[in-house]
């Protein structure tokens, strides 16, 4: 559990049989975020953390980027005890969460769309994930310059707080076909990503970026 960047808190599970690090955050604002669940059995490990880090706080909303177990494989469990939280994402996520009996109880986003609270603007944008290139979500911070970059910058090896140096134009020159397969849709994104100028990049898998 890491203090990462200003008021975002990371927790982190390290599986070494596949050498890959799985990241959830906190933005401990006004009205907290959570950012993805983990999985079932990761989402275990993170609830006395996250209640510690949260304190007398009340976590408000779970961000869900895409329908996948590390995104939201926990979010049963981690309404269970936050059961007010509410999750916010994509309407094709969303319809695959109310298909599997997990929740009806959503906020969907469209890209373009924000939310905002007195002390965070978070700002959706599509991201056609890897399976059927289903219509998912990253969100980019406004306020602090943070972009919950998901599964699209990634790297292997054990990121428990780990923060490297980064270049965001050279990260988005880098989305490979394997994660956007559809050459027009990865074209739209990069282009689209290339105008922010993140801070921070709070990755789903690996090493952080600081830019
Ligand atoms: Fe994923
Ligand atoms: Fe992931």
Not at 2 to 31: C, G, K, M, R, W
Not at 181 to 209: I, M, R, Y
Request: glycine share 6%; net charge negative; proline share 6%.
């Amino acid at each position: 559990m890491y203090n990462i960047y200003e008021d975002l808190h990371q927790f982190s599970s390290y599986v070494p049989p596949i050498d890959l690090t799985f990241h959830q955050y906190l933005l401990l604002a006004d009205e907290p975020v959570l950012f993805h669940t983990g999985s079932v059995q990761q989402t275990e490990s993170l609830l006395p953390l996250l209640k510690e880090v949260l304190g007398s706080n009340i976590l408000k909303y779970i961000f869900i980027s895409h329908f996948e177990s590390d995104e939201c494989g926990g979010l049963s469990l981690i309404l269970k005890h936050f059961p007010d939280a509410k999750p916010v994402c994509s309407e094709i996520t969303a319809r695959q969460l109310s298909g599997f009996g997990i929740t009806n109880n959503i906020i969907i986003k469209k890209p373009g769309e924000k939310l905002i609270s007195n002390d965070y603007e978070l700002e959706f944008i599509s991201y056609p994930s890897e399976m059927h290139l289903w219509e998912g979500l990253l969100v980019m911070e406004n306020k602090r310059g943070i972009f919950f970059s998901s599964d699209l910058v990634f790297r292997f090896g054990n990121a428990n707080g780990a923060v490297i140096e980064g270049d965001w134009q050279k990260e988005i020159e880098n989305i490979t076909p394997q994660q956007v397969p559809d050459p027009q849709q990865k074209e739209k994104l990069q282009n689209t990503l290339k105008k922010l100028s993140p801070k921070f990049v709070a990755t789903g898998h690996g090493a952080c970026l600081k830019l």
